[in-house]
């Protein structure tokens, strides 16, 4: 994927509209809506870095789709657990795997069944 799907899906995971992108970055509007519509058309690495920056991504996965710690290309979900898992501490990050853990396991019980 280029910048115009990543961005498109950034946009929609964030729930942030292209008017507040607009006046958060200080991107002009028309520019962030060429960038959504049409062919190949990149911005400069200024507009990329203040974009990235409100939608709280690297430019690297604006560009590529992977970021910097080359995580796949991933759906809101995963990368919403993702996101947040990081910014627990040990104790808890262990708490979460553990019921995604039982989750699995129960999914599986009932699929046997």
Do not use: C, W
């Not at 929609?12 to 507040?20: A, D, F, N, P, Q």
């Amino acid at each position: 994927m280029g910048f115009k799907e990543n961005l498109k899906r950034e946009l929609g995971y964030s729930g942030v509209l292209v008017k507040e992108l607009a006046s958060r970055s200080g991107v002009n509007r028309r520019t962030i809506d060429n960038y959504l519509n049409t062919h190949n058309s990149m911005p400069s690495a200024d507009a990329a870095v203040r974009i990235a920056g409100v939608l709280g991504v690297t430019v690297e996965y604006l560009i590529t789709g992977h970021d910097k710690r080359n995580y796949p290309s991933l759906s809101s979900d995963p990368r919403v657990v993702l996101k947040n898992l990081e910014t627990l501490n040990k104790r808890d990050r262990k708490i979460v795997l553990n019921l995604i853990k039982f989750l699995r396991e129960m999914e599986d019980q009932e699929k046997n069944h």
